[in-house]
């Protein structure tokens, strides 16, 4: 079994740095268990009551979760980072709400697996969507926009579970599973 290393990572986004005296006390698990796995499954779970499960997810997805970035914002680190998948199962105290389970991650990832985080403005490659028809009709699996099929994924609202759907995304989020970009609003 491979023992946990410690990794680099440098995020393509800006990432406010607060003086650590200043620093707010970061929420942490009371449990937690971090695992190497080779399990065929991978899945990442919020339930209620303040538990987090993650089967055999890599280390950069973690942290892409973690962070809420794109796997494409995460660079640096050794390969494993993005090759080797780790089980999580971790307890926090009462019933928090998800974004504050997404903080726990972060603390949990940067303690045991001893990550040295930093940020850094980039140039990254942008698209421009143009109607392709000249009819000017939208494709079979393009809709124009509107607030009666957009969800709302507020971090605030109240909901201990993630609510994420990766095959229809919130409203404001856009979302690159294997390279197809998905967003809505």
């Not at 303690?111 to 040295?116: A, G, I, M």
């Not at 403005?121 to 099929?149: I, Q």
Request: charged residues 20%.
């Amino acid at each position: 079994m491979k023992s946990i290393a410690s990794a680099a990572v440098i995020f393509s986004s800006v990432i406010g740095v607060v003086p650590a005296a200043q620093a707010p006390a970061q929420p942490t698990f009371e449990v937690a268990s971090v695992k190497p796995t080779n399990s065929n499954v991978a899945l990442i779970e919020l339930f209620p009551g303040g538990r987090l499960r993650a089967t055999n997810f890599p280390l950069q997805t973690l942290i892409s979760r973690a962070w809420q970035l794109q796997k494409e914002q995460i660079d640096g680190g050794p390969s494993w980072i993005r090759l080797d998948g780790y089980d999580i199962e971790a307890k926090a105290e009462g019933n928090p709400l998800s974004d504050q389970m997404w903080l726990m991650l972060r603390a949990l990832l940067t303690d045991r697996f001893k990550l040295s985080l930093r940020s850094e403005m980039r140039p990254l490659p942008v698209y421009e969507l143009k109607m392709a028809r000249r009819d000017r009709r939208l494709g079979p699996d393009l809709r124009p926009f509107s607030e009666a099929n957009c969800a709302s994924a507020s971090p605030s609202s109240g909901t201990t579970v993630a609510p994420f759907d990766f095959k229809h995304p919130p409203c404001g989020v856009l979302y690159s599973p294997t390279g197809h970009w998905m967003g809505r609003g």
